[in-house]
């Protein structure tokens, strides 16, 4: 295999980029694409800080190789909402205290939002289970299972 | 109380927006155009002389544009702490470390370094290094390096083989007729392990050296100003043409990074030298377990004596703390373990004797709580075994032995303000102490049990280290407010809490204010985030900055409404007459009429009247600051499956004296991050090595870190007893919520079981068998 164009959906436009076949998601994401907000915090898939969300489920892109985002749907942090659009988990995640020194904070936004894009009312077990994969060292996570929290029921009312 | 209009509220963090949208910028996202990678080759030996190494062929790869070694970069020795390589006299600098050595002294330590156009390359580079090693002898534990036949790691130790800088001693009264006179005494060895921060940025750093050879680092620092002073020692280079800072952001710290990150700096920089590029350096995760410092572990011994009715009377303390291969904080963090654990309860004669060993295991250095851990499991659980052996329950034994205000201590500031009793009280409350002992029914297979565990801590360094800090308000052409400190934000909401000093000093809302901070280039010097220092005393320059602006600013508006400055005050970037009706008044609406009597002036239009006149107000805040102590009172609730061993923490109150909670909802959030880096130190987190001296839990997968799933029920309770010396009366927070946690849980363990354990982290193994009748080790 060499390198070819990885055609991809990103944050809803249509990306066209060269890849090899050993990059990963996260690097091409980063170090191509210029995204900052999809961390890089130890490279085997074990922090949680380069989540984003490929085809509706949240993934730890530094082990999807970057080939298998071909055809794909892929949201990060940058895409789901900013300054007069917040999305309600980066709303909840600003004004509960769930941000400290904010390296783990797009990953954990994106695990929920994965989550609540499939489950509009989710349980404090199902919450815990979604980022379980995210680790945080600064919170103690109770900030943000309450701001996950808090979003969830923010959406379901927004409806 | 006092209610402030900016301190004392829950605003949203300023980093807030950009830490949540992902534009944050951080040490391992920053790029320049031209950049290269650098990767470094690490010793596979626990102990070894370097023969040879010969790097001619990772010099032909294509891509390679430096590689450096011992040979090629400066021979200085320094210390990578932020302390040590410039400490306060009469103690002696300890220094230990160059950028690479001929000899290596732990699987780890650096020995040559590669910047290549690509991380690959640079990787590939490091394959075609040939090193030629001899091994040497090695050990590991920190007693047995004390022995005569234990290898040298580092010859120059004066106080003993292996024994880094000074060993501490604090006697208080007399030791030896005070225990004469207990009627009660326990003496317990427990053993620590090595825990690491794993704070989730790895340590980072970008290096540019111009052709007029100014160096920048960008890193992951957390004292900005102190790091540039090594990096100007380590390279012969002024400290006027280096220039330090943070991207701004930081991705944790909890001590890692006080002075250098690890090596990321200095080696960035030799290979930036080298190659006339930038030089980017990210530690692996591996890297940054194996290579950057870790937690002391090591043994300290407690023997506490009591009155028959429960008054302490003699503490003897010591520690024997594994230092690792390198000095880096091996002599302060000893010196706090004994400070702070001779300073929570009133006893009239102690001692404590400790030091840290020379180890060839990763170096050991700051992290949170900062050898006040070590000292509070075993204390607290001292204590525990004292109230049983006394037949009083523990919280009546605390509460009669606490330091009060006034009393006489160890420590050379004095102590202003306690809320450990309203602490150990309303914590109590909360858990339901008085359900302890009526928790379990016959037979049952799982245990349930409190425990509580107490202490102290400190709100900075001084007078034990250099620590200063320095602030600059200017009020801008438009009535705005620019604040400059050094300090950088490593997560812990400085860049929020010392704007909202500033604002309420000077009396305009928070929007008003922005900070620049952690850079070397535009603030004064600071010594930096550590030690609970920063909202503290970085806050109190904030402060002194603020009043010195407010002061200027108040006698120009006095000479502009013709009135005394005293008479003055801002609220809302509003200057008025006090006790006067401003209603009808023309400030603010732009159609004062000359001649008008004025009652006000916005700081809008006064800052615009002074700058037609040249001029600018500007606060300066120069300050050393007083020390004090905050207290804390944590209650944990366990659940012990006796038939796993497993140990699920149910709940931990965690009870702060924080003198005044300038952000309440930032505090809280540091009591409980703290709290559950605690419950992992005493349940899961360990780093175990082999016998070659390699770590066994090296990545995020093998190191017990607690996840979303494991989290108990936190409870933060807010005590707010004023102090004296800190800005609105705040003290010191971060470090606190590790501190008495492993105390709480173990004492709880034991309340469920009978179990008394002399070692962390409770593990299911160490527990279960503790269960099946082997009974907990003993140290």
Redesign the interface.
């Known amino acids: 295999m060499s390198a070819k164009i990885l055609t991809f959906t990103l944050n809803g436009e249509t990306t066209k980029v060269m890849v090899e076949p050993s990059d990963m998601l996260v690097d091409v994401l ?1 170090d191509k694409l210029n ?10 898939g ?2 949680g ?1 380069c989540t984003v969300i490929m085809n509706g489920e949240a993934v730890t892109s530094c082990i999807v190789p970057a080939m298998k985002a071909e055809g794909a749907v892929v949201e ?3 895409g789901i ?3 007069g659009k ?1 999305h309600p988990l ?1 709303e909840s ?5 769930a ?8 990953g954990m ?1 994106m695990s929920a939002k994965a989550l609540l894009d499939q489950n509009e009312q989710p349980t404090r077990e199902e ?3 979604a ?15 309450e701001a996950v929290s808090a979003a969830a029921k923010q959406i379901k009312e927004g409806k | 109380m006092k209610k402030y209009n900016v301190v004392g509220h ?1 605003v ?2 300023l ?12 040490s ?2 920053f790029t320049l155009p031209g950049m290269l990678y650098g990767k470094v080759l690490r010793s596979p030996y626990a102990h070894a002389k370097i023969v040879n190494i010969d790097t001619t062929e990772a010099e032909k790869l294509p891509g390679v544009k430096a590689v450096t070694t011992y040979r090629n970069t400066p021979r200085e020795i320094f210390n990578t702490s932020a302390t040590m390589t410039f400490t306060v006299p009469a103690l002696k600098p300890v220094l230990d470390q160059y950028i690479f050595d001929n000899v290596v002294r732990y699987v780890g330590d650096e020995v040559a370094a590669v910047a290549a156009v690509s991380e690959e390359i640079a990787e590939e580079a490091l394959q075609l290094i040939k090193v030629e090693y001899e091994e040497l002898p090695t050990v590991f534990d920190p007693l047995e390096a004390m022995k005569p036949e234990a290898p040298v790691i580092h010859a120059d130790c004066g106080e003993g083989k292996n024994i880094p800088g000074e060993i501490i001693k604090i006697p208080v009264g007399d030791l030896k007729k005070g225990f004469e006179e207990c009627d009660v005494i326990i003496e317990k060895r427990f053993l620590l392990p090595i825990v690491k ?6 340590q980072a750093a970008v290096a540019q050296v111009g052709v007029d050879g100014k160096i920048t680092v960008w890193s992951t620092t957390q004292t900005p100003h102190p790091t540039r002073m090594i990096i100007a020692k380590i390279f012969g280079v002024p400290n006027s043409k280096i220039r330090v800072l943070n991207p701004p ?6 001590g890692v990074r006080i002075g250098l990150s690890a090596k990321a700096e200095p080696i960035a920089v030799a290979l930036a030298m080298q190659a006339g590029k930038p030089v980017k350096i990210v530690y ?2 591996k890297e940054d377990f194996i290579a950057s410092d870790t937690r002391h572990g090591g043994y300290v011994t407690v023997k506490l004596g009591a009155k028959k009715d429960g008054t302490f009377h003699a503490l003897d303390l010591r520690a024997a703390l594994n230092g690792g291969a390198y000095c880096s904080f091996s002599t302060e963090t000893p010196g706090v373990l004994g400070a702070m654990g001779l300073s929570v309860y009133r006893i009239p004669n102690q001692s404590y004797f400790g030091h840290s060993v020379y180890t060839n295991t990763t170096p050991a250095g700051a992290m949170r709580g900062f050898g006040n851990p070590q000292a509070m499991f075993p204390i607290e659980s001292v204590v525990d075994m004292l109230a049983e052996e006394l037949g009083m329950d523990p919280l009546e034994l605390r509460l009669k032995n606490i330091m009060k205000v006034g009393d006489p201590w160890c420590l050379p500031y004095p102590c202003n303000s306690t809320g450990l009793a309203e602490c150990i009280e309303k914590g109590a409350k909360s858990i339901g102490w008085e359900r302890r002992g009526r928790l379990n029914q016959p037979g049952a297979k799982k245990l349930r049990g409190i425990g509580v565990g107490v202490g102290t801590h400190c709100s900075n360094s001084w007078p034990f280290c250099v620590d200063y800090d320095n602030a600059i308000v200017t009020v801008q052409q438009d009535g705005s407010i620019h604040l400059a400190s050094g300090v950088p934000d ?4 400085t860049s929020t809490a010392l704007p909202q000093l500033a604002a309420e000093v000077l009396g305009v809302k928070l929007e008003e204010v922005s900070l620049t901070f952690g850079d070397t280039l535009s603030t004064p010097f600071d010594i930096g985030s550590h030690a609970s220092r920063t909202c503290y005393a970085a806050g109190t320059a904030v402060v002194a900055a603020a009043k010195d602006a407010r002061k200027q600013l108040l006698e120009y508006a006095g000479d502009f409404l013709k009135v005394s400055p005293e008479r003055l005050e801002i609220k809302d970037s509003l200057i008025y007459i006090t006790g006067q009706e401003l209603v009808g008044d023309c400030a603010g609406t732009g159609v004062c009429q000359s001649g008008e009597e004025r009652k006000s002036v916005t700081l809008q239009e006064l800052a615009y009247h002074a700058h037609l006149r040249n001029k600018q107000f500007i606060g300066v805040g120069r300050i050393v600051p007083e020390n004090a102590p905050p207290w804390h009172a944590h209650f944990a609730e366990v659940e012990v499956d006796t038939e796993t061993g497993q140990v699920k923490v149910i709940k931990v109150v965690a009870a702060h004296d924080v003198g005044k909670a300038i952000n309440p ?2 505090v ?2 540091q009591i ?6 605690g419950v992992g130190y005493a349940v899961t987190e360990e780093i175990r090595y082999d016998a070659k001296g390699r770590q066994l839990h090296n ?3 093998k190191y017990m ?1 607690l ?3 494991d ?1 108990p029920e ?1 409870e933060a309770i807010l005590i707010e007893a004023n102090e004296p010396s800190g800005p609105f009366g705040a003290k010191g927070v971060g470090e606190a919520g590790l501190v008495p946690t492993a105390g709480a849980i173990s004492n709880a363990v034991y309340n469920a079981t009978g179990l008394r354990f002399y070692d962390i982290p409770l593990t299911e193994e160490k527990v279960f068998k503790a269960l099946k009748g082997d009974g907990p080790a003993t140290y």
Do not use: W
């Not at chain 1, 995204?35 to 085997?44: D, P, T």
């Not at chain 1, 379980?132 to 600064?138: A, Y």
């Not at chain 2, 409980?672 to 880096?677: K, N």
């Open positions: 980063r995204l900052i907000g999809v961390k890089k915090g130890c490279g085997q074990e922090c800080a990060t942090v940058e909402g900013g300054p917040y980066q995640f600003m004004d509960l205290g941000i400290q020194c904010g390296f783990c904070t797009p936004i919450i815990r289970e980022i379980s994969g995210n680790i945080c060292r600064c919170t103690g996570y109770v900030k943000i299972e | 829950s949203r963090r980093d807030a927006a950009e830490k949540a949208t992902g534009t944050a910028m951080f391992t996202d921060q794993v704070q989730m940025e790895t952001y930081v991705g944790g710290g909890f692996s995760r490593i997560g812990t909401g909802i930032i809280e959030g409980e991050g703290g709290v559950l880096q990545s995020l997968h870190l996840t979303a799933e989290v936190i």
